[in-house]
């Protein structure tokens, strides 16, 4: 397995764990410039009572707290589903180098879908852009999800 | 003063706090649906080492944490500056009624500049949105703010 394959085997394995606490299953890790996993989440959100625990937002908040500042320049971030527009302005403000990210999200995305956060003057910073790795599976874990809530 | 201007000048409070400690001069107050504030934070991205503490993040968190919810239906959020795409978003998710703020950010805002984030099929819940109160005090501590760190 490639470590580009093992970073989002990571944050699928992220968002099969979010999904056994009942949150939609979203995960995300941070790599640092050397290569390791800086940080790991997957949502949180009822959990926490916390509209803003999407997995890239845990998964930031935790690598920057771990390097003692707001942002992560030279850092990657893998998720497995196109960000909304709250985690891509955080990804832009922690200024992410890459972003890797599984499936669309037609119905919440921000990045290719509605706001396209990174496509307006006001963004300052914009992250290359990665999509579809291990869409299907990230697709499959969504599908499955919402599929046994109804 | 009323009801509606005091929570203005608290959030312009809270500003002017943030600024004392060296942080970007935005305030922010979530008010219950009862009138009560039910929290009240300014930015700490520096003194926390997080590129998401914005005004508004803060204190819709603290009051998800308090309400044990991670939505917060009926709530008003008072922020001294108009909200980027990243905050934007968040009071979409947690669902606020109505929000009420200060000055434009031609610069980084994401309501009435760039991502727009209220104003596409992507954004599930849309607070109803009231500008300019307390504009000319926001303006002027953000001035002041960026003109002392020249």
Do not use: K
């Not at 990657?76 to 999200?105: K, N, Q």
Request: proline share 5%; glycine share 10%; charged share 25%.
């Amino acid at each position: 397995m490639s470590r580009f394959t093992s970073h989002m085997a990571l944050a699928l394995d992220q968002a099969r764990a979010a999904a056994d606490r009942g949150e939609v299953p979203v995960g995300a890790v941070v790599v640092s410039p050397d290569g390791r996993v800086a940080a790991a989440a997957g949502n949180r959100t009822r959990e926490l009572s916390d509209p803003t625990a999407h997995a890239e937002i845990l998964a930031i908040r935790e690598a920057c707290r771990l390097a003692g500042s707001e942002r992560l320049p030279g850092h990657d971030l893998w998720v497995t589903l196109e960000p909304c527009p709250m985690c891509a302005a955080a990804i832009s403000a922690a200024r992410i180098g890459r972003l890797y990210y599984g499936a669309s999200d037609v119905r919440m995305g921000g990045v290719e879908h509605g706001a396209r956060v990174f496509d307006h003057p006001q963004c300052h910073h914009r992250p290359q852009v990665y999509d579809g790795l291990g869409a299907d599976q990230a697709r499959a874990l969504l599908r499955g999800f919402f599929q046994g809530r109804r």
